[in-house]
């Protein structure tokens, strides 16, 4: 019997019994749908993280004590800060030996915004001593703002494109930064004079009843060590320097991000965990339905076997069942999986305080063989016990109908 003859029959087997033939797929599809999903969920906020590290520049932040945890949400998941310290303590650290660059920055959360729909971080930084902003304006050839002016970042919209208003009061916008697939795309940059600018405007006193001196004010200092140095060991000088009656902390980025950093390979293992879990139930019950469909079949093996069809054959049609189910599940689940990302895209950002999601093509399309692949390889692995079943039983068996 020709081999295309029985591949034939396969697909009518699948066809005639569509309820048990589409069980299977739709086991085998969640597989690849939770596949695709996951991957992709997980490696963005792996993504994320190498990409707020290498844009942050700075090898250790100072921040007040109790703020550790807000200081890394808000790199990590883009949450708004607005803590604040004295800026005395910039000096002290600033001085200490194996400090190359001492930069303050200073977070304002804005509770309305003329170019925003949602709450926007703005952040003030010293032009004569950063070395974190201005890094980025370098590479996007912006110039550095003066007063009254600003940069956005690349997901801020502003109405008029060179303006944006702030507490009833426009600015002119510079520059755009390029997108970074960070929080920092959300946020508006100034200098600390357009930082008291807002601040001593009336609507700001009418918003929070102050009017403070932001040229008195700071949210962090970024430090950059001097080639060579131990970054671990300069934190803790600057803490010992800031000494006990500091509301201060110094913190090595890795060390700020490591809580971030632990739950995205805590949330890499459950995937990878999860999914193996699903693959092997997935198995278990195509097995059982592989089992009893040819348990079923018995007569229509035995009377094939007599048209001329070897072990071999009526083994290979089994398979061929597994492997069209595969394919088809296994496309199916990578086709739904995409679609999902790209139309959910942006509620699984604001969900998950993803700022980007991998979704580019040449990604998806590897991923998407690749939960084909698994699909593949479940279908057949859970068919092979059948095939082999069916292989090893005697024609006259087969005739008079005897369970495999």
């Not at 550095?144 to 002119?172: A, L």
């Not at 990302?341 to 969900?351: G, Q, R, S, Y």
Request: proline share 2%; with cysteine; hydrophobic share 45%.
């Amino acid at each position: 019997m020709k081999q295309f003859i029985i591949q034939k029959m396969a697909v009518k087997n699948l066809t005639r019994r569509p309820v048990r033939s589409w069980s299977m797929i739709f086991f085998v599809f969640m597989l690849s749908f939770s596949l695709m999903l996951s991957t992709v969920l997980v490696d963005s906020m792996k993504d994320r993280l190498e990409q707020t590290t290498d844009r942050l520049g700075a090898d250790i932040i100072v921040v007040p004590k109790e703020y550790e945890r807000s200081m890394a949400d808000s790199l990590f998941l883009g949450e708004k800060c607005d803590f604040t310290f004295d800026k005395k303590w910039v000096e002290d650290v600033a001085s200490l030996e194996g400090v190359e660059s001492c930069s303050p920055q200073l977070y304002m959360q804005l509770l309305a915004a003329g170019c925003c729909s949602a709450q926007v971080q703005m952040i003030a930084f010293e032009p004569e001593t950063d070395f974190v902003v201005s890094a980025w304006l370098a590479e996007s050839k912006i110039k550095m703002p003066e007063r009254g002016e600003m940069i956005i970042g690349s997901q801020i919209t502003p109405e008029k494109e060179d303006e944006v208003i702030f507490f009833n009061e426009p600015f002119k916008v510079v520059g755009h930064l390029e997108r970074s697939g960070t929080n920092y795309d959300t946020c508006v940059f100034m200098t600390y004079e357009t930082a008291q600018e807002i601040m001593s405007s009336e609507k700001w006193y009418e918003t929070f009843r102050e009017r403070p001196d932001s040229s008195q004010l700071v949210s962090s200092l970024m430090i950059r060590a001097k080639e060579g140095t131990d970054v671990k060991a300069l934190a803790r000088t600057i803490n010992f320097r800031l000494a006990e009656d500091s509301p201060l902390a110094a913190y090595t980025t890795n060390a700020i991000m490591s809580e971030a950093i632990q739950s995205t390979q805590s949330m890499g293992s459950y995937s990878a965990i999860l999914v193996a879990l699903i693959a092997v139930l997935v198995v278990v019950a195509l097995l059982c339905i592989f089992t009893i469909t040819i348990n079923e079949r018995t007569k229509e093996f035995g009377i094939l076997a007599c048209l001329g069809a070897d072990s071999g054959k009526l083994a290979g049609m089994v398979l061929t069942e597994g492997v069209l189910i595969g394919l088809l599940s296994g496309f199916l689940g990578a086709a739904v999986g995409t679609t999902a990302l790209l139309i959910f895209k942006n509620t699984l950002m604001t969900v998950l305080h993803i700022p980007e999601l991998n979704t580019t093509l040449s990604y998806l399309l590897v991923l998407g063989l690749k939960c084909m692949l698994l699909a593949l390889l479940v279908s057949v692995v859970a068919s092979l016990y059948s095939a082999w079943k069916v292989s090893r039983n005697d024609l006259d068996g087969l005739l008079r109908g005897e369970e495999m």
